[in-house]
């Protein structure tokens, strides 16, 4: 394809906006917006925060619309391979040209603004998505939320999946202060709802919620499910949400703890449905869009089922809370141990990870995808040393990928987690990327 040649240049330049790093405010995002002529301001959209599970409940929730017949926008983040995946139109990446057309209008305005990596992307999704007038959009944070380029929306909802300690650097070491910057995505007068547990976040999203004039749902309050099935791939569950009752629905991520995720995409839905007028929403696609959730948003490498003989699986858990997520499920899904590919961004707490890991792994190998962020695989090999893990060096993910297939017995399953960068690799080393 000609513009191929082009698009990796645009690609390039765009990459090395994160040697600008993470800037706190808004202003940048607003100089760009602005400079397009707001269009963030040219469709509604549903706003998604959160530690763990927003990637997940963001896909339910654009599948759901997508089901419905309303054109949607998704903005996630990050990607697995290419730059693409992070914003879609039913679930179809944006396409090369469309990327090279935008970052050459705002190339100017970048360039005066020193605007970062991520307000860049931001500001081409909203034009993206008011150029193809989508009927809405689902836009998940980046990285916490009250300075988060997309906190420029003014959504119909708001949604905070959970909150644990992370990226303590940047949101605070208190689940009162990562709270605090999640929070900061709950607008005067709209609605947020919320699965979040932990007393300290939640009494501080109940204060934001206040001061906002906001009504702040408790998922767990007004909901209850019945996990009926469970498989690799996907679940089937009775859900009743405020009365409502809906029978033998299956959505097709695995892992009982994409339920709460359910739960939050339902409630948002029929939200929308009841106050802002979204009538085409209903029972029925309500559950093809959940059953058809990779279909209809791209979402991969959640437990993802990539390979059977031998069992692949591959998630992108990246940090200790979703490591222990990820271990309680395949405890319930598959027999046995695992092998192990592994490998973390240097700002992980990579040794928490890998005591979580431990106990399901007969072995572990150690990986870096090709990105600076990555931990050197000669810090996670010494940390299975002083765990006195079996272990192996991996090197690139591709490598180790060969010797974990090398040391899988009969009907041993590898998994392959860590981080979005190394589950990403490995999709395209195993081709089973399109």
Same mark, same amino acid.
């Given at each position: 394809m000609a513009v191929r040649p082009i698009y990796n240049k645009t690609l390039k330049f765009l990459y090395d906006l994160q040697l600008f790093g993470i800037k706190v405010g808004l202003n940048n995002i607003q100089t760009l917006l602005r400079y397009l002529g707001n269009p963030e301001n040219h469709f509604p959209t549903i706003h998604i925060a959160g530690t763990n599970g927003k990637g997940s409940t963001a896909s339910m929730i654009a599948s759901i619309l997508t089901a419905s017949g309303y054109r949607t926008g998704l903005y996630t983040s990050p990607h697995l391979i290419d730059f693409s995946e992070r914003i879609r139109i039913d679930g179809e990446r944006i396409a090369a040209d469309r990327i090279v057309h935008y970052t050459k209008i705002l190339k100017p305005e970048?360039?005066?603004?020193?605007?970062?990596?991520?307000?860049?992307?931001?500001?081409? &999704?909203?034009?993206?998505?008011?150029?193809?007038?989508?009927?809405?959009?689902?836009?998940?944070?980046?990285?916490?939320?009250?300075?988060?380029? *997309?906190?420029?929306?003014?959504p119909l909802i708001s949604v905070i999946t959970n909150i644990d300690i992370e990226h303590t650097e940047y949101?605070?070491?208190?689940?009162?202060?990562? &709270?605090?910057?999640?929070?900061?995505?709950?607008?005067?007068?709209?609605?947020?709802? *919320? &699965?979040?547990?932990?007393?300290?976040?939640?009494?501080?999203? +109940?204060?934001?919620?206040?001061?906002?004039?906001?009504?702040l749902i408790e998922i767990d309050m007004i909901s209850s499910c019945l996990l009926r099935r469970e498989t690799l791939i996907g679940s089937v569950v009775d859900v009743r949400i405020n009365n409502v009752e809906y029978k033998n629905i299956f959505l097709s991520l695995a892992g009982e703890h994409q339920i709460q995720n359910l739960l939050l995409s339902i409630f948002t839905v029929e939200y929308i449905k009841k106050v802002e007028g979204f009538k085409q929403i209903s029972e029925k696609s309500i559950r093809t869009g959940l059953s058809l959730i990779s279909r209809y948003s791209g979402l991969r490498g959640r437990i993802d089922l990539i390979q059977h003989s031998p069992l692949v699986i591959a998630d992108?858990? !990246?940090?200790? !809370?979703?490591?222990? *997520?990820?271990?309680?499920?395949?405890?319930?899904?598959?027999?046995?141990?695992?092998?192990?590919?592994?490998?973390?961004?240097?700002?992980?707490?990579?040794?928490?990870?890998? *005591?979580?890991? +431990?106990?399901?792994?007969?072995?572990?190998?150690?990986?870096?995808?090709?990105?600076?962020?990555?931990?050197?695989?000669?810090?996670?090999?010494?940390?299975?040393?002083?765990?006195?893990?079996?272990?192996?060096?991996?090197?690139?993910?591709?490598?180790?990928?060969?010797?974990?297939?090398?040391?899988?017995? !009969?009907?041993?399953?590898?998994?392959?987690?860590?981080? !979005?960068?190394?589950?990403?690799? &490995?999709?395209?080393?195993?081709?089973?990327?399109?």
């Open positions: 970048i360039e005066r603004t020193k605007a970062t990596f991520f307000e860049v992307t931001t500001a081409i &999704a909203f034009q993206y998505f008011s150029d193809e007038r989508v009927g809405i959009a689902v836009i998940e944070t980046g990285l916490g939320g009250r300075w988060d380029a *997309t906190n420029v929306i003014s949101l605070g070491k208190t689940y009162k202060k990562i &709270a605090s910057e999640k929070g900061g995505i709950i607008k005067p007068f709209i609605p947020c709802v *919320t &699965a979040t547990k932990n007393s300290e976040a939640l009494n501080q999203l +109940k204060l934001i919620s206040r001061k906002n004039d906001s009504r992108v858990a !990246h940090n200790p !809370h979703g490591i222990s *997520t990820l271990v309680l499920a395949l405890k319930r899904l598959i027999v046995g141990k695992v092998v192990t590919v592994f490998g973390v961004m240097i700002d992980k707490d990579y040794r928490s990870m890998i *005591t979580i890991l +431990k106990p399901i792994s007969r072995c572990m190998v150690s990986v870096a995808p090709q990105t600076s962020r990555a931990r050197g695989d000669g810090d996670l090999i010494d940390e299975f040393h002083a765990q006195s893990i079996n272990s192996f060096k991996g090197g690139s993910v591709e490598i180790g990928l060969q010797r974990a297939f090398e040391e899988c017995r !009969h009907n041993e399953t590898v998994l392959i987690t860590g981080s !979005h960068y190394v589950v990403g690799e &490995a999709l395209k080393s195993l081709k089973f990327y399109k």
